[in-house]
């Protein structure tokens, strides 16, 4: 078991920046989880830390080791792939087997090993099976089997779970976090989804186009998103965005746009100096589908707004508001009696709403990405 | 407390330099190289002595004499300045090209008929295929003496068919055009076997959607032949043009089995001709000429197929 | 009412549809037939046309030679004659021949399915500079007919300057010069291409030199494309002619092919001695692809050079 530390990492496919000057701490038995959306570079961090890539630039630290020049074979670290990657002329035993095997190990403690670790994972009945005849849930099981056979100091998952169908994906998704609880091997795990990512990760560090996002734990990062991209791409549907300007009125800040005057917290960002500075000219207010209630048109601080569509999806009604000057999507009660076309307003608690600046970074101070991921660390790790 | 905290390292600066960095990551990048040319090792030994050096030496050997029986002389231009006036040499060029495009033509177009016809009709196709591939497992030696037996002038089947008809017998292998076509037809039997194969199995790539798709756009089975099935195949064409020139090229077996190049040299192919010159006359510069000759020919005409055929591909895509 | 004189009319127009439907149909279908009959036909004739010459050796087998001439020809010998393959076996090195084409070709194929299988992984799965380069280098050596190779290797096998024996008529001098075909690295590097790269990468991190993840990993699952590689070799080298002909001078050393056609000389018209050597080359060759078809097939698939 280890750290990791990942520094100013750099890894180029020609003249592509795959991965962009990316610094994560990794906290010996941390869950960590790198999301992002397809050819962000999570899949490629995690493969330059299995040594399947080169490193560009930066350094990877496992345990104190460098390890950017160490074959893949010596950096004692587990991969479970997305494909499973199982032999598939070996029986489910020699596949849990062979890192062992190669290892070395006597028999007796090859056989000790895999019936441990088989057991884990209610594979006792299944070890005389080839790959092809089993289930895609009984693969993933064989591999993280053979993953944690040899007991390695890291564990690297790379989306092992989109394969599943959903059902068993759930129920796998609890598996894996009773296994982590249960070894305490420190892990990352690359996921494009964002479910998996809040409920597994200790943290969750947000990538894309190469570049790290945020990090933080999954509330920090769902609540306070450090910027546009993180505050649209975590949330199903994504935070709503509009556009407007900040002012400093007698003590607070008031957000003024196309239909919108509404009053904020103090703290969305630190009070200004002298005057209205001019970037808090063109600002976007974000506000979570959840956060927005419904009540009778002309609420004082309310937006004025008409219900455009309903989209009720059983436990939950959804609800498409056109409002300052777009649409927003408001979840409620699914057995709202509202119809398309009624006018409503809309209610916010302010200390709720971010507001994100031109270059579409939240303005508050506490999220700037890679501050907090050091600050983080070592509070993760207790 | 602030001179401690800035005593201490950031956990994420770098602990090697750039130069330590650059130097231990090509140490790595190469002990990594290394093993990998361990694996072509074993390949490449024989490839440079038994194919790139050859290669090379052949083109040196073309400025020399002697070398099958005695050691190499240099004697600069003169065996270029020999072959470029033999008319045997011209001879077999257009020899070797006349065979080799009426055994193409006529070998693809039967293939490719055939081949539409199995992927059309499946049904106990199997059986069609074996046969045709039988006469590929013969040496050309056999080829040559079927093809001595259909055409011999007291027993040939050929020859009994003329007779039976009410026609002359043909002394075919002792007439120049007829021994060459013979030629032409003894390896168009044995390859026709491996093209209609070698189409029959990239028909079937041609993805099914796409044909039902111009099915039902209207398109008729000749203008779906032309306009969806022959451009999806052309880069399977080009291949096939490609290995069916550098094969044709060099017949041999069968002119050295049926004709031994005659009669009067009319079915005299390239590497007969080589071969004659290095190993039968003792005349090894022209051969050696002939043979750099040869290369030439074959490697011009690659590029054409590849000019002609990969062309229109680009300008699709 | 309107309505209903429209419907009675329609459904006149319905079943006049239908009769001229159905007769269009049965057209069409006899049309098919047809169509359908003659592509039989056809296929057929080609598939009579490669087979029947073969038999037309195996009658002059059985017969001796001057029946041949008889007139009209008699396909059907009148008495089974077996000389012809006694003379075969006891007055010519038919044995021996067989014996050396079985050695050269085997042991052709044999390291070249070695060495190949090597490079391929090399090529599909390795990292090393100069990668794309020296791969390049291998597929356009494609394009060098053996005819501009053989008066080199024929030097070199006979006496390149420093080796005290020649290697025309050994062995090791007949088989070297054939084992790197580039077509097999290229044929083993495409299926290598295909193998999910994600085991070689498990198998990386789970510990293996990558000498074991080819012999443990790679190998085990490349079984289809070495018998398909290894008949390649195999029946290329069994035809082969122009090298053999050339690298052996000694009656015992001979291959099948150079062998034959040798004993036309020998046999200038003696046609049912050459037919019987002519048979006894292609019964187990035919014997062996009856069984392995499927393979053969294949075989003439993935590769495309005769040579």
Redesign the interface.
Known sequence: MADI?I??LVKRFGKVEAVSDV?L?IADGEFLVLLGPSGCGKSTILRVV???E?AD???I?IGGR?I??????R?N???V???Y?L???MSVYKNIA??LQ??KQSKEEVGLAVGRAAAMLGLENLLQRLPGELSGGQRQRVALA?AIV?APQAFLMDEPLSNLDAQLRIQTRLELIQLHQRLGITTIYVTHDQIEAMTMGDRIAVLSEGVLQQIGTPQEVYRRPANVFVATFLGAPPMNLIGGELEWVEFGWRFRGDNIDVPLSADVTSPPEDGNPADMRQVKLGLRPEHLRIGPPGETGGIAGQVQFLEPVGSDLFLTVEAAGTLLQVRTDPDSPLQPGENVSLLFDPWRAQVFGPDGQNLRRDTAPVESA?AL?PAAAS | MMSTVSAEKAWDELTLSEAEYRRAGARYRQRRSLRAYLFLLPYFIPFIAFLLVPALWSIWLSFNRGGILDPAKYVGLENWRSIASDTELTGAIQNTAVYAVEAILLVFTLAIVLALLLNRYRKGSNIFKLALYVPLLAPAVLVGLIWQFLTNFDFGFINLALDAMGFDRLNILGSGRLALLTIVLAEVWRGLGFWTLYFLASLQNVPEELLDAARVDGARGVQRFRRVTIPLLRPMLLFAVVIAIIANFQVFDTVYVLTQGGPYESTSTMVWFIWKRLFQFQETGQGYAAAVVLLAIILALTAISFRVLGARRKRRA | MAVQAGGVAESDVLSQHAQEYASAARRHRAFGITKGLAAYATLSIFALIAIVPFLYLLSPSFRKSYELFSYPPKWIPSSLYTGNFGTILHQTSYPRWALNTLIFATSVTVITLIIDTLAGYAFARLRFPGRGVLFGLVLGTLMIPTAVLIAPLYIMISRLPGWTHSGINTYPGMILPMVCSPLGVFMMRQFISTLPEALVEAARLDGGSEWLIFRKIVLPLMKPAIVVLGIFTFMAQWVNFLWPLIITTTNDMKTLTVGVSSLQGQFVTNWGVISAAAVMTMAPVIVIFLMFQRWFVQASMAGALKQ
């Open positions: 530390s520094k100013h610094s701490q299995a040594g399947l080169d630039a930066g350094e630290v460098l950017n020049f160490i074959d893949p074979v950096r670290v587990a991969m792939f997305q494909n990657a032999y598939p002329h062979f890192p190669i290892a053979r040899r050091a660390a």
